[in-house]
Structure formats: C-alpha cells, structure tokens
C-alpha cells in the first residue's frame, strides 16, 4: 500500500523543484565530479524537512539505524551498492564483522541489524555479528520484534585484529556511533573500520559538519543559480553550557535572539507568514534526546527544573556541555493526518531507499524523532535517482529527487567534514 502523502505544493519548493529538474544534468555532473575529489562514507541516513517553502537537512547520521523501515522493493539497490561500497574498501573481501550498539533490549534496533546483515550477504559477503557489549559473553540468539533470530558473539581481540571463533574478516562495520567513547578494543586495528572512529558521537560534532554543508550549499546554489537559503538551516553554537548549573544561558539566549532575527528577515522576504523558531540540541549525539524548540530568548532564559534535566544529558548518560542552535525548518507533509518527515538513505553515494518518520502527537515545528514515532517507507514508485522530467515538478518521482539531491549535499558535506576531521590528515 502507498500511504496517502499530501504536502504544501506551493512557493519557492515548486519552483526549486522545477529548477532542479531542469539543472538534473548539470546536477548529476557535478555530483560525479565531487565523488572523484571525496570519499563518501559507506553509509549515512538524513533527516529531511519539507517546510513548501523550504527543503533542508537537519541532521546526518552516519550509523544509520533504520534498515529495517525501507521498502523491501528497493533491496536490489541496496545489494548493489553495498557491493561498491565494500569494493572500494576492500577489494577482495569475503568476510565482513558487524558490530553493532550495546542495547541489544530494543528489538526495532534488532530487526534493523538482521536487515542491513542480510543487505550484506546478499552482496556476496559472508558476515558475522560481533558484539562489544559487556553483557554478551558468549554466542547469544536474539528474537526481533517480528519473530526474526539474529546470532551475537562476543568479540575477541587477537594482536591488532578483531575476531570471533574460527572468523577473521577483512574489514569491521561499525553500527555503532560511540556515544560513550572509542574503547581500547577497537583502537590500533590493522583491520579497516568502517566508518572510521572519528565518525563517532565521542569526537564527531554537528556544527563541523553544518560548516561543510554551508560550503557544499553555497557552490551548489551558486551552480544552479538560487538562494541557497532554500535548502540551507543557518545555525549558530553554545559551548560551555551547564543547564543543572543555569551557566551560559545567556550566549544561549543572544545566539537564539540573533538566528531568530536573521530568519525572520529571510521570512519577510518570501513572504511565509508562520513564526520563526530555532531548534536547541546537544551538539554530539542522537536518538532525538537534548532537543528542544524555541521561539524566543526567553524560552531558554525560562526552564524549569523538568526542561534542563531534559537538555542536560543526552544517549549513555553523557553530560551536554555545547550545543548547536539551529534553525527551525516546519515540516508541511503529512501521512494520514499525522505529521511526517523524510529520512533517506544512502550507502557509498547512492540513494538506496527511504522513509517517513511520522508522529501523531507532535507539531510541524517540533522534534519527531521521539516515543510515539513509527515509521512509513517512502512510496517511491520509481528510484528518485529518475525523475519524470516531462512531468508536473510535484509527481512522485521528482519530489524524491529533490529529497536525493539535498540528502546527497549533506552526504557530500559529510565526506568532506570526515576528511577534514581525520587526525591522520
């Protein structure tokens, strides 16, 4: 079934969407010649906001943990480009380690290891889970939510290579986003580690990777001839931050005073009538914990006791001490009245699948990503690598390639802050 989509299909979106098919050539050109000058990460997922006036990213996650909520449909794409991927990271392997988080509870998480393994497998490579976790200490079968069994084994470490009984691989997945740190099993590994530590949440930052995205943006606008702010969030940073403490919230409240004045010029200029607001989050770390929505100074001036427990500590316990303020971007598509966003994709460079993340409790201003979310697959009737360019600019096909073209900006900004980011550079 192809659950009924309905989007604001007005303003500068439609139009971008038209220019987009228009430049799709020049697009796909210059996306092939930055590939040959960057290495993209195996793989990544991208959190998607479609505001009608406005398409942008609002987080890139490069331990994507939502295989399992892609349309089944689109697993040749994904076979196939797991195969390039691995190819380029090790020719000739036949044996690939999976070690995935530690928080073997939450059977979702589960079902999505047992879906990227099998992507995996079906690319020819024989592949194992290994766990990290102090709790698996000895080969473990574990049920997901929908009755499938996965096999996790305690990882060993033998000189400089991880290994399990009778299995040594040629390179170790990561599905693992070390919100807890880089532990020492996993450091000096002759073994090529995919993606690198450095792509963890212990050191990897999101204002680092907004920095490239602006640069990516802005060459990309510049290519296409708009105003990159259609597909750009601006943001702003906080450091040194302690809500227990109320210490530095008044940086807090002026970054927040000067984002929401610079939107509101930008607003005024395209005529969108809707309130300005910033999205307050932990600059390391995920799951949608250490969020918040702000429309005024005040509003972070103003936290109760409940407010600052919430923003103070983020995935594994870990304190928030920065946090990036971000623009708010509304979401105007809704699944069956409930608000949705678009999560796409991608593995090497490739759009390989996507989904809704939907909310029946939450507002076109809010965090999705929270309990109470599921998600829908996105209902491509096509690949969004081929638009319909004789089409209308809002068919299926070409609204997901504009969602493929803005997920692989930010895929591209992400190689480049990886590169930059590499302490061996």
Same mark, same amino acid.
């Given at each position: 079934m192809v659950p009924h989509l309905t989007t604001a299909l007005n303003g500068p979106l439609l139009t971008l969407e038209?220019?987009?098919?228009?430049?799709? !050539?020049?697009?796909?050109?210059?996306?092939?010649?930055?590939w040959l000058e960057n290495s993209a990460p195996f793989y990544a997922s991208v959190d998607l906001r479609n505001a009608g006036f406005k398409l942008a990213p609002v987080d890139t996650n490069l331990f994507p943990g939502g295989f399992n909520n892609l349309n089944p449909d689109f697993l040749p794409l994904c076979i196939q480009a797991a195969m390039i991927a691995v190819e380029k990271i090790c020719p000739e392997a036949r044996r690939l380690l999976v070690i995935p988080e530690n928080h073997t509870r939450n059977t979702f998480y589960l079902r999505n290891i047992y879906a990227l393994t099998h992507i995996l497998r079906q690319a020819g490579l024989e592949v194992r889970i290994g766990s990290i976790s102090p709790e698996?200490?000895? !080969?473990?079968?574990?049920?997901?939510?929908d009755g499938n069994t996965i096999l996790l084994e305690p990882v060993k470490r033998k000189g400089n290579r991880l290994v399990l009984d009778d299995f040594d691989s040629c390179a170790v997945l990561l599905n693992n986003d070390l919100s807890s740190g880089i532990p020492d099993i996993l450091q000096n590994l002759e073994q090529s580690i995919i993606p690198p530590l450095h792509a963890g949440?212990?050191?990897?930052?999101?204002s680092q990777h907004f920095?490239?995205?602006n640069r990516v943006v802005k060459e990309f606008a510049q290519l296409i001839d708009i105003d990159e702010w259609l597909l750009n969030p601006y943001f702003e940073t906080c450091g040194e931050i302690d809500f227990h403490a109320r210490t530095g919230e008044e940086c807090l409240a002026a970054k927040v005073e000067e984002l929401l004045g610079k939107i509101r010029l930008k607003y005024a200029e395209y005529g969108v009538t809707q309130e300005p607001f910033v999205i307050v989050k932990a600059d390391a770390g995920t799951y949608g914990m250490g969020i918040m929505t702000v429309k005024s100074p005040d509003d972070v001036r103003d936290l109760n006791r409940k407010q600052r427990n919430?923003?103070?500590?983020?995935?594994?316990?870990?304190?928030?001490?920065?946090v990036i303020i971000q623009e708010g971007v509304y979401t105007f598509e809704h699944l069956n009245d409930a608000v949705a966003e678009p999560v796409i994709y991608m593995m090497d460079h490739f759009v390989v699948g996507g989904f809704y993340r939907?909310?029946?409790?939450?507002?076109?201003?809010?965090?999705?990503?929270?309990?109470?979310?599921h998600f829908e697959p996105l209902a491509f009737e096509t690949p969004c690598s081929t638009p319909d360019c004789a089409g209308a600019p809002d068919a299926v096909p070409n609204r997901f390639y504009a969602y493929g073209v803005v997920a692989r900006l930010a895929l591209l900004a992400a190689a480049i802050e990886l590169q930059e980011s590499d302490p061996e550079n």
């Amino acid at each position: 079934m192809v659950p009924h989509l309905t989007t604001a299909l007005n303003g500068p979106l439609l139009t971008l969407e038209k220019r987009l098919l228009e430049s799709m !050539p020049r697009i796909e050109h210059w996306f092939r010649t930055q590939w040959l000058e960057n290495s993209a990460p195996f793989y990544a997922s991208v959190d998607l906001r479609n505001a009608g006036f406005k398409l942008a990213p609002v987080d890139t996650n490069l331990f994507p943990g939502g295989f399992n909520n892609l349309n089944p449909d689109f697993l040749p794409l994904c076979i196939q480009a797991a195969m390039i991927a691995v190819e380029k990271i090790c020719p000739e392997a036949r044996r690939l380690l999976v070690i995935p988080e530690n928080h073997t509870r939450n059977t979702f998480y589960l079902r999505n290891i047992y879906a990227l393994t099998h992507i995996l497998r079906q690319a020819g490579l024989e592949v194992r889970i290994g766990s990290i976790s102090p709790e698996i200490t000895a !080969p473990t079968f574990l049920e997901t939510h929908d009755g499938n069994t996965i096999l996790l084994e305690p990882v060993k470490r033998k000189g400089n290579r991880l290994v399990l009984d009778d299995f040594d691989s040629c390179a170790v997945l990561l599905n693992n986003d070390l919100s807890s740190g880089i532990p020492d099993i996993l450091q000096n590994l002759e073994q090529s580690i995919i993606p690198p530590l450095h792509a963890g949440w212990a050191t990897r930052r999101k204002s680092q990777h907004f920095a490239a995205y602006n640069r990516v943006v802005k060459e990309f606008a510049q290519l296409i001839d708009i105003d990159e702010w259609l597909l750009n969030p601006y943001f702003e940073t906080c450091g040194e931050i302690d809500f227990h403490a109320r210490t530095g919230e008044e940086c807090l409240a002026a970054k927040v005073e000067e984002l929401l004045g610079k939107i509101r010029l930008k607003y005024a200029e395209y005529g969108v009538t809707q309130e300005p607001f910033v999205i307050v989050k932990a600059d390391a770390g995920t799951y949608g914990m250490g969020i918040m929505t702000v429309k005024s100074p005040d509003d972070v001036r103003d936290l109760n006791r409940k407010q600052r427990n919430k923003m103070s500590v983020v995935k594994e316990g870990l304190q928030v001490s920065e946090v990036i303020i971000q623009e708010g971007v509304y979401t105007f598509e809704h699944l069956n009245d409930a608000v949705a966003e678009p999560v796409i994709y991608m593995m090497d460079h490739f759009v390989v699948g996507g989904f809704y993340r939907v909310h029946t409790s939450r507002g076109a201003d809010e965090n999705l990503n929270a309990p109470g979310m599921h998600f829908e697959p996105l209902a491509f009737e096509t690949p969004c690598s081929t638009p319909d360019c004789a089409g209308a600019p809002d068919a299926v096909p070409n609204r997901f390639y504009a969602y493929g073209v803005v997920a692989r900006l930010a895929l591209l900004a992400a190689a480049i802050e990886l590169q930059e980011s590499d302490p061996e550079n």
